[in-house]
């Protein structure tokens, strides 16, 4: 059995495999240690870890060397690509076809822009077929939720040809168990602290929950407030993505 199809295997709804996201290969091989089975990339991790702008393509070789970097660890692993650092399929058949040949289980593809917009469907359905035929699990995320665009049943459907379907920011319980009735694949959602509990989207019928950027934003606020700890001050939130993103080189 390949590593996407071992992957695809862990995808149940009701029972949904929590993916942790990593930024370097120190956070993937502790995570590793910890019992994980699979292993997420997160693109703002990365993109600041270089000191890169985060979903503008500007971390192509960074990301395929964590892959490859963090191959060895024993475990599954998934690969966040922005929307596939190009809008050419052929680029990205060519790009997913060197993940597969370093052991990639999976790769996530995302129709939202750097802009504000969301790839047109069309070009976002051939980006998700192009990603096929690698032996690798394809995630097709759609951003509508976090951009407050579009149609997000009508995208779900589009994407149906991809093996995942990624909603991140869908969190109501209801609307969640309407994306999962509107299509056959199984449903990734990002995990929101304060929202719905993991045995809860379970019940909804989600098959995958991701943590996205949270657990490096969770370490940045661990580490400040550490070194403020030194000083008897309070320590801080957990910083938003975009006031993370907002600080990175544009």
Not at 120 to 132: D, M, N, S, T
Not at 151 to 161: P, Q, S
Not at 165 to 170: E, K, M, N, Q, S
């Amino acid at each position: 059995m390949t590593a996407g199809q071992t992957f695809r295997d862990l995808h149940r709804p009701g029972d949904p495999l929590l993916l942790p996201n990593a930024w370097d290969y120190g956070s993937a091989a502790f995570l590793a240690a910890h019992g994980f089975p699979a292993i997420g990339t997160t693109s703002l991790g990365v993109a600041a870890v270089h000191g890169r702008p985060d979903a503008a393509g500007a971390t192509k070789a960074e990301t395929i060397e964590l892959a490859e970097t963090i191959g060895g660890l024993g475990v599954l692993v998934t690969v966040d690509l922005e929307g596939g650092f190009s809008d050419d399929p052929g680029e990205v058949s060519d790009l997913v076809a060197c993940l597969a040949g370093l052991g990639v289980a999976g790769v996530n593809l995302e129709d939202g822009r750097p802009d504000g917009t969301l790839r047109p469907i069309g070009l976002h359905q051939r980006i998700i077929e192009a990603a096929k035929g690698h032996g690798v699990f394809v995630n097709a995320r759609t951003d509508t939720y976090w951009l407050k665009t579009g149609d997000t049943l009508e995208r779900v459907r589009a994407y149906g040809h991809a093996d995942g379907i990624f909603v991140p920011g869908l969190s109501d319980p209801g609307e969640i168990a309407a994306v999962v009735a509107s299509t056959p694949l199984p449903l990734n959602v990002l995990h929101q602290p304060g929202g719905p509990s993991l045995a809860r989207l379970a019940a909804a019928g989600v098959a995958r929950v991701s943590t996205g950027s949270l657990l490096y934003r969770a370490a940045l606020r661990a580490g400040v407030a550490t070194v403020l700890a030194i000083r008897d001050e309070p320590a801080p939130r957990i910083p938003t993505y975009s006031e993370i993103a907002a600080q990175l080189p544009r």
